[in-house]
């Protein structure tokens, strides 16, 4: 593919969301040769339309509010991001994730686990979001009284 279309298609792929440089190469590699696809990022990373910073605080701010820490940090690193970016991206963020997580657990569950097998399940969905274990124990052994609340 010629090095102006190739361009094209890396500009409606950024127009619809932030990409990482990984993800993106990824996406044009059938389109074209590997030194056109880095000859084309290197330009659109000098014109500041493709950042992997850029990409990353996106990343946290739209999913932050869903996930837990450990899960936003795989999600960036399996899209590409260095690690430097992905702690920069997450210092940022600046939500509390207990917080986080208590919201996230009130979305889907709402009351406390009856049995040991309620408490397993809440903590399995707790942790496939991405939060911590210690975090986990903490947000479903302090589950607020709902008779306290007027």
Do not use: C
């Not at 000098?46 to 795989?74: C, I, N, P």
Request: hydrophobic share 40%.
């Amino acid at each position: 593919m010629e090095g102006s279309a190739l361009r094209e298609r890396a500009l409606r792929y950024l127009a619809q969301r932030e990409h990482s440089r990984a993800e993106l190469e990824r996406k044009l590699a059938p389109h074209g040769t590997a030194e056109d696809i880095a000859s084309v990022l290197n330009r659109l990373t000098e014109l500041e339309l493709l950042s992997d910073a850029r990409f990353a605080q996106a990343w946290v701010r739209g999913k932050g509010a869903r996930f837990g820490t450990a899960r936003l940090r795989h999600d960036l690193a399996s899209r590409g991001v260095d690690a430097e970016l992905i702690a920069a991206a997450l210092a940022g963020d600046g939500d509390d994730e207990e917080q986080r997580a208590r919201s996230v657990w009130a979305g889907k569950f709402g009351r406390a686990p009856g049995d040991a097998r309620e408490w397993a399940r809440q903590a399995r969905f707790l942790q496939g979001r991405g939060f911590g274990s210690a975090l986990i124990r903490k947000v479903l052994k302090e589950i607020p009284d709902e008779s306290a609340q007027g």
